[in-house]
């Protein structure tokens, strides 16, 4: 299957975009080139194609060697700067290939890693998961491949992970893009504890099902198209694969960063130029245990990206009207105009 993009939106003149009309012929998925075989998918993902090469990095941390899987795109005619993209927690490097293919073909090199626990990279069974240590990881595998300065582009979680290098890395980090990010918010001010135990329970008690029905109620608003089938077909071949619990940790383990290490009371520490792209009918937030009232509170994108952006030193905001958690496959013509203006 091709990664294929909804050209949904057309961005204009304005920086902060509302009530944008929708525009653009749907691009159909094709047959599945990656369709989850009998036997589902192991968990590096053998089999699994990737849009470009994938490659190998060994991570030496915590008493361990791990492998980090990364994508290193080079264009013909190069400009000279390098945009490094980090994929949300339920996804991998893989859904990023429109935006590998936009910003190569404007000159950029990209770089693209699985972080450690996702996607190709090595799923370790015991790992003090921190955004800090995902971004030292990071930072080793840039080194590795000569990279220096670089502008950094995270989706979901890797907008939190993207925040953490701004932060680390200020002098490297040229530009920070915020893709409808979690953590705009602190959910462990507002729902209760989990611990990784209960988390892993969930994530044992998920269903093919389930992953559909949550991404088409929550991404999509209950209207799903075949171009997004791509998105399920990893989860769901981990489901159905040999390595389903040695993911389903890894997931566990996660959700606990996630949930533990806010990045939002740092956000005027941020020095680097900021972009925030955000989809206002988004809702994605970390509710599990809360009451109706919180629930319903929590997740007003809308409402967080104006004040991350106020937050900010020195953020742009453009907000996508009627578009949910991913812009880039939704409304992707919106989403590159103002990603492509921002990086020049």
């Known amino acids: 299957m091709?990664?294929?993009?909804?050209?949904?939106m057309t961005l204009s003149a304005a920086v902060l975009l509302a009530g944008c009309a929708h525009g653009g012929e749907e691009k159909k998925a094709g047959p599945s080139t990656r369709a989850v075989k009998q036997g589902g998918l192991d968990a590096r993902l053998t089999g699994y194609d990737y849009p470009f090469p994938v490659s190998t990095f060994v991570v030496e941390a915590q008493q361990q060697k791990l492998e980090m899987?990364?994508?290193?795109?080079?264009?013909a005619q190069p400009n000279g700067r390098t945009v490094v993209l980090l994929h949300g927690k339920n996804f991998s490097g893989a859904y990023w290939a429109d935006t590998i293919e936009l910003l190569?073909?404007?000159?950029?090199?990209?770089v693209v890693p699985d972080q450690i626990g996702f996607g190709k990279s090595s799923k370790p069974e015991r790992f003090q998961f921190s955004f800090q240590q995902l971004a030292a990881s990071t930072r080793d595998l840039l080194d590795s491949l000569g990279v220096g300065d670089f502008s950094v582009v995270g989706h979901s979680m890797g907008g939190m992970?993207?925040?953490?290098?701004?932060?680390?890395?200020?002098e490297r980090v040229e530009?920070?893009?915020?893709?409808?990010?979690?953590?705009?918010?602190?959910?462990?001010?507002?729902?209760?504890?989990?611990t990784v135990d209960e988390w892993y329970a969930q994530e044992l008690r998920a269903t093919p099902e389930g992953v559909k029905r949550y991404m088409e109620q929550n991404y999509f608003d209950g209207q799903w198209k075949p171009a997004y089938d791509a998105l399920v077909e990893m989860p769901i071949g981990w489901m159905q694969g040999p390595d389903w619990q040695q993911v389903a940790w890894n997931a566990a383990l996660t959700y606990d960063m996630v949930f533990t290490?806010?990045?939002?009371?740092?956000?005027?520490?941020?020095?680097?130029?900021?972009?925030?792209?955000?989809?206002?009918?988004?809702?994605?937030?970390?509710?599990?245990?809360?009451?109706?009232?919180v629930h319903a509170r929590l997740g007003n994108y809308p409402q967080l990206g104006r004040k991350a952006a106020a937050a900010i030193p020195n953020a742009t905001l453009v907000e996508l009207a009627g578009i949910g958690h991913l812009p880039q496959v939704e409304a992707f013509d919106a989403y590159a105009a103002a990603l492509v203006g921002f990086l020049r």
């Open 2 to 8: 091709k990664w294929n993009h909804l050209p949904a």
């Open 161 to 170: 992970l993207a925040t953490r290098m701004a932060l680390m890395f200020p």
């Open 69 to 75: 899987a990364y994508m290193d795109v080079r264009p």
């Open 104 to 110: 190569r073909d404007a000159g950029y090199r990209v």
């Open 261 to 293: 290490q806010p990045v939002v009371h740092e956000f005027p520490e941020v020095k680097a130029e900021t972009l925030l792209v955000i989809g206002q009918r988004d809702r994605t937030a970390v509710r599990t245990g809360s009451d109706a009232a």
């Open 175 to 194: 530009k920070l893009a915020l893709v409808n990010p979690i953590g705009l918010e602190d959910w462990k001010q507002h729902v209760p504890y989990r």
